[in-house]
């Protein structure tokens, strides 16, 4: 069974730093590829950046620029940095495997080509 847990999420003020981490059980994350993704409050989950398994990221407009993902193998773990945050970065941070062995950049954004979700953390950025 694939577990994917997401930790890191806490209250911060605007122009602070965070990093999220997903750690996985049942699943080799080195061999897939990820996505972050995040939901504010009233609003549809959105794309905020993946990372493939060759380590090629992409991400969001919205976040392009402040925000990392990289990956830590030896923990199997993916990480989101995310830097230089707003008050319109508040919401609920998941991460998820994106269940094609072909990553495709359009298909990527998009939940439906994710197979498992972690639980969610909060991330809430003051003004």
């Known amino acids: 069974q694939v577990q994917l847990v997401e930790s890191g999420g806490g209250l911060v003020q605007a122009g602070g730093s965070l990093r999220l981490s997903c750690a996985a059980s049942?699943?080799?994350?080195?061999?897939?590829?990820m996505g972050w993704f995040r939901q504010a409050p009233g609003k549809e989950r959105e794309f905020v950046g993946g990372i493939t398994r060759n380590g090629l990221t992409n991400y969001a407009d919205s976040v392009k620029g402040r925000f990392a993902i990289a990956r830590d193998n030896a923990k199997n773990t993916v990480a989101l940095q995310m830097n230089s945050l707003k008050p319109e970065d508040t919401a609920v941070y998941y991460c998820?495997?994106?269940?094609?062995?072909?990553?495709?950049?359009?298909?990527?954004?998009?939940?439906?080509?994710?197979?498992?979700w972690g639980q969610g953390t909060q991330v809430t950025v003051s003004s």
């Open positions: 049942g699943r080799t994350l080195s061999n897939w590829h």
């Open positions: 998820a495997t994106y269940s094609n062995r072909i990553w495709l950049v359009s298909a990527a954004r998009e939940e439906s080509a994710y197979d498992y």
